[in-house]
Structure formats: structure tokens, C-alpha cells
């Protein structure tokens, strides 16, 4: 499931990422963790 998203984000959203993390001046790998964490946390309050 994490890996399928990590590729979701990659192929779908990783102009956004690298935008984020430009606009943000943090790291694209801790934009890319901290979208994997807010996921699971969605996921979890279902």
C-alpha cells in the first residue's frame, strides 16, 4: 500500500512536491514523508 502510494505520488504529484518544497525551502524527501504520514493518518480515521 505505502509503495503504491509512494509511486501515486512520484508519477502524479511530483511537480507539486518539488514545488512545495521549493516554496517551503524544505527537502523533497520531507515533503514526500510528511504526505505519506498525513495519508496514513486519513487512512486510519476511516
Same mark, same amino acid.
Given at each position: ?14 511537480? =507539486? ?6 516554496? =517551503? ?9 510528511? +504526505?505519506? +504520514?498525513? +495519508?496514513?493518518?486519513?487512512?486510519? +480515521?476511516?
Amino acid at each position: 500500500m505505502e509503495e503504491e502510494f509512494l509511486q501515486h505520488l512520484n508519477d502524479v504529484h511530483y511537480d =507539486e512536491i518539488l514545488d512545495s518544497s521549493e516554496k =517551503e525551502n524544505i527537502p523533497v524527501e520531507a515533503v514526500r514523508m510528511m +504526505s505519506v +504520514s498525513n +495519508s496514513k493518518v486519513f487512512i486510519n +480515521s476511516k
